[in-house]
């Protein structure tokens, strides 16, 4: 085996590693929430400094609680077109439904 490969694949060895850790994890470090986010820890560090990130302090210390943070990813869902359509298909049902028991209601009286 060259070194090459062999480097390669320690380093890909390394990242499995580093994943399983990751999943047993429910608070994070910095490294690991970079990680993890796929960002660098200096956008990390940025996010924190402007609290846009949940995170804790303990000293000089950053924490995250991986679940916190899992949320915080998904908080701004983008929807897709078809749900939209549905959405916009449901609201009309629902508003020719309201103006048609208002049309009975005014003819009843």
Not at 20 to 35: D, G, H, R, Y
Not at 39 to 47: C, G, R, V
Request: overall charge positive.
């Amino acid at each position: 085996m060259d070194n090459e490969f062999k480097n390669e694949v320690l380093k890909q060895l390394e990242a499995i590693r580093l994943t399983t850790i990751l999943s047993a994890k429910e608070v994070l470090t910095t490294e690991e929430c970079a990680m993890m986010l796929g960002w660098s820890q200096n956008t990390l560090y940025m996010y924190t400094s402007q609290k846009k990130i949940p995170h804790y302090r303990r000293g000089r210390s950053v924490y995250f609680s991986k679940r916190e943070v899992e949320n915080w990813i998904k908080g701004e869902r983008v929807d897709t077109d078809e749900h939209i359509r549905n959405k916009a298909v449901t609201f009309i049902a629902l508003k020719e439904a309201e103006a048609k028991r208002g049309k009975k209601k005014q003819t009843a009286i």
